[in-house]
């Protein structure tokens, strides 16, 4: 056995369906008596069924949670939080909604409990990513750690068909990157390998059946896993890729991991046999990377970067920016095979691995 280092993260998991319902007893064991309960204006239904399960212990619905948590946001939910007199927030949402607990959560290290509605994975990562000014810093601090997740199905049936494809790819890449990061590990490779088996035979089923209950169940089972993935492991290029193709030409999120991951996995593909082996266990496929790109083209998902706002002429500087301040990969950056890489992505070639 080859030496690593593994580091496990703090977190209470409740996991099932109709699991909402233990909100209540949830906050009592964090000690927390006057909580404000987060969400995004599309999600104000589900903000207020769980203010209605928290009773008095909910002191006001906050439904203004914004994709990159804008720091304005953030202080005008602070401004409530304050005048409410609260002591712990409730986020009920997708990445967005659980940023924005983690910022009020940064400023006044009060507990939290989360409840995700999508498969992103926020809820258990120690990072936060926030907007000021046009400009985006991520920290990483325990302080953000959510210190309860409730994951219920019941919350997942809601979410449409082509956003359960990407935000799953997006929940996948994580689990992919853990399995060849610096940071990989014999324990997280297991959890990785699981947790994208898991998603990738669950989305073609939702694909099919979008009210398939106990495939969403397996689609969250595996959401958890590859966030584990994310929070206690390493990212490389895909990661990479996407944050300079978020931050410079503000491609949308989940759909930008979808289109991206087929390429960057073929791109690191060569030097990874190992995550390579797992890729094919977890996939069925001798070619993971187009397997993946199949689930999306399967699911009418975007699979090329022209399709979600990136401009041709955007290559060349995606690719400068990429290497100015490279994370660690384990294939070398270099500019041309780079190029080619996201030429492939941006046209929606597809993937050789
Ligand atoms: P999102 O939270 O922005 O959600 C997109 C939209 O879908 C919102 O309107 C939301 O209300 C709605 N939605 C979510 N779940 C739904 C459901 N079940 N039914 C109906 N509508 C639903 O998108 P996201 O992809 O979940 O999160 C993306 C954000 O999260 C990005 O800003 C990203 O940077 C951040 N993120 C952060 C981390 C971290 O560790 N800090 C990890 C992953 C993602």
Redesign the pocket.
């Known amino acids: 056995m080859d030496a690593f280092t593994y580091t496990g993260l703090p977190a209470r998991v409740i996991f099932g369906t109709g699991t909402t319902g233990q909100a209540a007893e949830e906050l009592d064991r964090l000690g927390v008596t006057r909580a404000i309960v987060l969400t995004?204006p599309?999600?104000v239904a589900a903000g207020e069924a769980v203010a209605a399960v928290l009773g008095e212990r909910s002191v006001g619905i906050f439904s203004d949670a914004a994709?990159?948590t804008p720091v304005e946001v953030t202080r005008t939910a602070m401004d409530v939080y304050e005048n409410e007199g609260a002591d712990g927030v409730v986020a009920i949402?997708?990445?967005?909604?659980i940023?924005l607990g983690k910022a009020i959560a940064l400023r006044t290290d009060c507990p939290q409990l989360v409840i995700p509605?999508?498969y992103?994975?926020?809820e258990m990562?120690p990072?936060?990513?926030q907007t000021e000014a046009g400009k985006k810093t991520t920290q990483r601090t325990l302080k953000v750690l959510p210190e309860t997740v409730i994951y219920d199905v019941d919350?997942?049936m809601?979410?449409?068909p082509r956003?359960t494809v990407t935000?799953g790819m997006?929940a996948i890449a994580h689990a992919v990157e853990a399995l060849y990061a610096q940071e990989a590990n014999p324990v997280l490779s297991l959890i990785a390998e699981d947790g994208i088996a898991k998603m990738v035979a669950a989305l073609a089923r939702v694909t099919e059946t979008p009210d398939d209950a106990e495939a969403r169940s397996d689609a969250l089972y595996g959401a958890w896993l590859c966030a584990v993935c994310?929070g206690s492991g390493g990212i490389a290029l895909h990661h990479k890729l996407c944050h300079v193709l978020g931050g410079s030409f503000d491609l949308p999120?989940?759909e930008t991991h979808t289109v991206v991951l087929p390429h960057a996995l073929s791109y690191n593909a060569p030097a990874v046999p190992a995550a390579m082996d797992a890729l094919k266990r977890a996939t069925g496929s001798e070619r993971p990377a187009r397997a993946l790109f199949q689930i999306a083209e399967a699911a009418g998902v975007p699979t090329a970067l022209k399709d979600i706002g990136m401009p041709e002429d955007g290559i060349d500087r995606a690719v400068e920016i990429t290497l100015e301040n490279p994370y660690f990969n384990p294939r070398a950056l270099e500019p041309e095979p780079l190029r080619a890489t996201l030429r492939a992505a941006w046209a929606g070639d597809t993937p050789t691995a």
């Open positions: 995004t599309q999600q994709m990159h949402g997708g990445g967005s909604t940023g509605t999508s992103a994975g926020s990562t990072i936060i990513g919350h997942t809601t979410l449409p956003m935000s997006n994310l999120h989940a």
